[in-house]
């Protein structure tokens, strides 16, 4: 605490040295649209329901259009997204000619502890819950340093409120105080939801010195949280579940996916990611949670909450962190295709996909490229496509250049493995990928062969779990009755800010974002990396390896576009394409930019010390 207050005051005492208002940041900022002006995203969270993808926060580096219509580098803004932005993908879309997005700015939702608006959150997680629901539920995350002058850039004075509400028919936005379940609002952990039955869970992540201002004594440190969260967001009950040491559930940057055709109601698999202590986690190591067995009262029964680990064979990719992943079932439910895209680890970028074939745990990889993508969000949209949104290239410097997936988004073809830039609402039944069928057996339509792991099931519950095919059950809601439930309070809560002066919670954020320009001035243009702070200093001048021993693009997708059901999608483009630059003014090569996220620390944000876990 002491330091915290030390901290604050020093920056304090700068203020009588910059004179910048509050308005004339705003008016700076205000001219730039998250989607007009677009450029680059990372750490946002992004969420399908419904038939419309949502995505939220996140960094954002925002580009002006120079005379010709093209991207001017030159102008390259960093800062945050604001808006809530949607896509609709109930009809077919080009992001190259007519992909409909909109957003909404967040509205004032009252005040609680002096935050008017719900902070913009870095490496949270968007949840959906129940389809027939109205609402969206944003859980955890960090504020960065990218850019702190950016307007409305709130770091929040507490973690009282580790998720918020938004309920899209009344356009409002709602804290939840999870302090009494929770200990501190975890970033970059991994998440995912069993939308059928309303949960959503959160796998580990960190804090770090912008998780509100009772952190900010951490600085360029960071400290691993372990456990699940699970949120009902049947009745908004939120509980941090106990995981085993063994789960290594204290990691960051990792993949948890739901696949809803295996078990009673479904598993999780929670894979890759790091922890402080033993660094990257191989991608042989596999980690399932039984959704059934979720139990979120005080006292749950050593049967309950029930993870189970299993060793996957195959080509298994390196291990890695900020990937993303999907699952597709096969059309008779006989296997389940995770497919991992992208990700980083230890200064390269990755531009492959792996697909993780279950229940046989058999890792197939199915595409390289050479469009580095790391901090990416992908979603399966039934009945066969994957839509990425977002993520950094090649360079960890997401300000020396724009993405060319110039809406943020791209779509591949989960069967075929091609790129391309149509969402087809109308595509064909999902099809096992060739590459899989040769590994697992059966046809595109599934009859896999291979149904258990080689080498047999590391324990009888597993096998258990995965003999049970989905056909459509509805299985028992989990055990919730002993919970305490959190409502949403949009309500001033201004006796529990012990402020102790006479400034309103306005004038403070006011006087906090005009010092924190100040300081950001003090440094000149200083660029910094939110993630790498230490990692920066210590690696700057190493350069990501060239790849280019891979395979092309073009050579990748010619191998993999067969008809899409005969649509034109994959001859008009069949990969994603290395885009034609637009005239930039690079101030140096992308590449030369890549040190940043060398070093012996393999995560571009672990820069904690091990004894802080
Ligand atoms: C930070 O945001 C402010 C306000 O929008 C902007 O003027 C400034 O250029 C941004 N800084 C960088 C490094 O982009
Ligand atoms: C957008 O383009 C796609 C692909 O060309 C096409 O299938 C779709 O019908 C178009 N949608 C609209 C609303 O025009
Ligand atoms: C789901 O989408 C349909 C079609 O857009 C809409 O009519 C319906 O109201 C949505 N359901 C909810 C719960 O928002
Ligand atoms: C954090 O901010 C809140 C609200 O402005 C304030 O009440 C609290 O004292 C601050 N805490 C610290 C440690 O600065
Ligand atoms: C969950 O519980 C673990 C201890 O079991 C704790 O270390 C962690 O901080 C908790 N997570 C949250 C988000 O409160
Ligand atoms: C596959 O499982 C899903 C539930 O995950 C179920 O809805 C579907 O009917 C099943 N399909 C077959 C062919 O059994
Ligand atoms: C990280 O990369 C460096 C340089 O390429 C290498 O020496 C080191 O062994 C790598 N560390 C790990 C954990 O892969
Ligand atoms: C990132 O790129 C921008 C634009 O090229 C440059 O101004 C900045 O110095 C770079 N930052 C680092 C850490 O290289
Ligand atoms: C599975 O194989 C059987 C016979 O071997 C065949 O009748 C059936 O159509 C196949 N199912 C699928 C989904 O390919
Ligand atoms: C949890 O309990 C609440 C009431 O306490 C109930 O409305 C809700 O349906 C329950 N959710 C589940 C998934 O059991």
Same mark, same amino acid.
């Given at each position: 605490?002491?330091?915290?207050?030390?901290?604050?005051?020093?920056?304090?005492?700068?203020?009588?040295?910059?004179?910048?208002?509050?308005?004339?940041?705003?008016?700076?900022?205000?001219?730039?649209?998250?989607?007009?002006?677009?450029?680059?995203?990372?750490?946002?969270?992004?969420?399908?329901?419904?038939?419309?993808?949502?995505?939220?926060?996140?960094?954002?580096?925002?580009?002006?259009?120079?005379?010709?219509?093209?991207?001017?580098?030159?102008?390259?803004?960093?800062?945050?997204?604001?808006?809530?932005?949607?896509?609709?993908?109930?009809?077919?879309?080009?992001?190259?000619?007519?992909?409909?997005?909109?957003?909404?700015?967040?509205?004032?939702?009252?005040?609680?502890?002096?935050?008017?608006?719900?902070?913009?959150?870095?490496?949270?997680?968007?949840?959906?819950?129940?389809?027939?629901?109205?609402?969206?539920?944003?859980?955890?995350?960090?504020?960065?340093?990218?850019?702190?002058?950016?307007?409305?850039?709130?770091?929040?004075?507490?973690?009282?409120?580790?998720?918020?509400?938004?309920?899209?028919?009344?356009?409002?936005?709602?804290?939840?105080?999870?302090?009494?379940?929770?200990?501190?609002?975890?970033?970059?952990?991994?998440?995912?939801? /069993?939308?059928?039955?309303?949960?959503?869970?959160?796998?580990?992540?960190?804090?770090? *010195? +912008? #998780?509100? !201002?009772? @952190?900010? &004594?951490?600085?360029?440190?960071?400290?691993?949280?372990?456990?699940?969260?699970?949120?009902?967001?049947?009745?908004?009950?939120?509980?941090?579940?106990?995981?085993?040491?063994?789960?290594?559930?204290?990691?960051?940057?990792?993949?948890?996916?739901?696949?809803?055709?295996?078990?009673?109601?479904?598993?999780?698999?929670?894979?890759?990611?790091?922890?402080?202590?033993?660094?990257?986690?191989?991608?042989?190591?596999?980690?399932?949670?039984?959704?059934?067995?979720?139990?979120?009262?005080?006292?749950?029964?050593?049967?309950?909450?029930?993870?189970?680990?299993?060793?996957?064979?195959?080509?298994?990719?390196?291990?890695?962190?900020?990937?993303?992943?999907? /699952?597709?079932?096969?059309?008779?439910?006989?296997?389940?295709?995770?497919?991992?895209? *992208? +990700? #980083?680890? !230890?200064? @390269?970028? &990755?531009?492959?996909?792996?697909?993780?074939?279950?229940?046989?745990?058999?890792?197939?990889?199915?595409?390289?490229?050479?469009?580095?993508?790391?901090?990416?969000?992908?979603?399966?949209?039934?009945?066969?496509?994957?839509?990425?949104?977002?993520?950094?290239?090649?360079?960890?410097?997401?300000?020396?250049?724009?993405?060319?997936?110039?809406?943020?988004?791209?779509?591949?073809?989960?069967?075929?493995?091609?790129?391309?830039?149509?969402?087809?609402?109308?595509?064909?039944?999902?099809?096992?990928?060739?590459?899989?069928?040769?590994?697992?057996?059966?046809?595109?339509?599934?009859?896999?062969?291979?149904?258990?792991?080689?080498?047999?099931?590391?324990?009888?519950?597993?096998?258990?779990?995965?003999?049970?095919?989905?056909?459509?059950?509805?299985?028992?809601?989990?055990?919730?009755?002993?919970?305490?439930?959190?409502?949403?309070?949009?309500?001033?809560?201004?006796?529990?800010?012990?402020?102790?002066?006479?400034?309103?919670?306005?004038?403070?954020?006011?006087?906090?974002?005009?010092?924190?320009?100040?300081?950001?001035?003090?440094?000149?243009?200083?660029?910094?990396?939110?993630?790498?702070?230490?990692?920066?200093?210590?690696?700057?001048?190493?350069?990501?390896?060239?790849?280019?021993?891979?395979?092309?693009?073009?050579?990748?997708?010619?191998?993999?576009?067969?008809?899409?059901?005969?649509?034109?999608?994959?001859?008009?483009?069949?990969?994603?394409?290395?885009?034609?630059?637009?005239?930039?003014?690079?101030?140096?090569?992308?590449?030369?930019?890549?040190?940043?996220?060398?070093?012996?620390?393999?995560?571009?944000?672990?820069?904690?010390?091990?004894?802080?876990?």
């Amino acid at each position: 605490m002491d330091a915290v207050q030390g901290s604050m005051s020093h920056r304090f005492m700068l203020l009588g040295l910059f004179a910048l208002t509050q308005l004339d940041l705003v008016r700076a900022g205000v001219s730039l649209d998250p989607v007009k002006n677009f450029c680059r995203r990372i750490g946002h969270s992004s969420v399908y329901k419904n038939g419309t993808l949502y995505i939220n926060g996140g960094l954002e580096t925002y580009v002006d259009f120079g005379a010709d219509g093209q991207q001017d580098w030159s102008t390259i803004t960093s800062g945050i997204n604001e808006n809530l932005i949607s896509v609709d993908m109930t009809a077919s879309w080009d992001w190259q000619t007519n992909v409909s997005i909109s957003q909404s700015a967040r509205h004032e939702s009252g005040s609680v502890a002096g935050m008017q608006w719900p902070v913009n959150v870095h490496d949270g997680s968007l949840f959906g819950g129940l389809e027939s629901s109205s609402t969206l539920y944003m859980f955890g995350g960090t504020t960065s340093s990218f850019n702190q002058s950016f307007p409305y850039f709130e770091i929040p004075p507490t973690t009282q409120y580790g998720l918020w509400t938004y309920d899209m028919n009344a356009d409002v936005w709602a804290a939840v105080d999870t302090s009494g379940s929770l200990d501190t609002i975890p970033s970059w952990g991994a998440n995912a939801e /069993a939308p059928d039955r309303g949960l959503a869970f959160y796998v580990g992540g960190q804090i770090d *010195g +912008g #998780t509100a !201002n009772t @952190t900010q &004594f951490l600085v360029d440190d960071t400290v691993g949280v372990g456990g699940m969260v699970v949120l009902d967001t049947t009745s908004n009950a939120i509980k941090n579940v106990t995981v085993d040491d063994a789960v290594k559930s204290n990691r960051q940057g990792a993949g948890l996916v739901y696949v809803d055709n295996f078990g009673d109601a479904g598993v999780l698999v929670l894979l890759g990611g790091e922890t402080q202590a033993d660094g990257l986690i191989p991608m042989d190591e596999i980690w399932v949670f039984d959704v059934s067995s979720t139990d979120l009262s005080d006292n749950p029964s050593a049967d309950k909450n029930k993870w189970y680990q299993q060793k996957a064979t195959g080509n298994a990719p390196a291990a890695r962190v900020d990937f993303c992943l999907v /699952a597709a079932p096969a059309q008779d439910n006989s296997s389940s295709s995770i497919y991992l895209y *992208g +990700g #980083t680890s !230890n200064g @390269t970028i &990755f531009d492959d996909i792996y697909v993780l074939s279950l229940p046989s745990f058999t890792w197939v990889q199915v595409f390289t490229g050479q469009d580095a993508r790391w901090s990416v969000t992908c979603h399966f949209i039934p009945p066969r496509q994957m839509i990425t949104v977002g993520g950094g290239g090649k360079s960890s410097n997401i300000s020396s250049d724009c993405d060319w997936e110039q809406k943020s988004l791209a779509v591949l073809d989960l069967s075929t493995i091609g790129w391309g830039s149509v969402f087809d609402a109308a595509a064909p039944r999902y099809d096992v990928p060739d590459d899989v069928v040769a590994a697992i057996g059966g046809g595109p339509a599934g009859n896999a062969t291979k149904v258990e792991p080689e080498g047999g099931w590391a324990e009888s519950g597993l096998s258990q779990l995965f003999t049970i095919r989905k056909t459509a059950t509805t299985a028992p809601p989990p055990q919730n009755s002993t919970i305490v439930t959190h409502s949403p309070t949009p309500i001033p809560t201004e006796a529990q800010d012990n402020k102790g002066s006479g400034l309103s919670g306005g004038a403070i954020a006011g006087i906090v974002i005009a010092v924190v320009a100040g300081v950001a001035i003090v440094c000149g243009a200083i660029f910094f990396w939110l993630r790498s702070r230490r990692q920066h200093r210590q690696n700057v001048g190493m350069e990501i390896p060239e790849k280019d021993s891979l395979p092309s693009y073009s050579t990748a997708a010619s191998q993999n576009t067969p008809e899409l059901g005969g649509t034109p999608q994959a001859a008009e483009m069949p990969a994603k394409i290395v885009p034609e630059a637009p005239k930039p003014d690079p101030h140096e090569p992308v590449e030369k930019d890549a040190g940043t996220v060398q070093g012996p620390h393999p995560s571009l944000r672990q820069n904690g010390p091990a004894e802080m876990e």
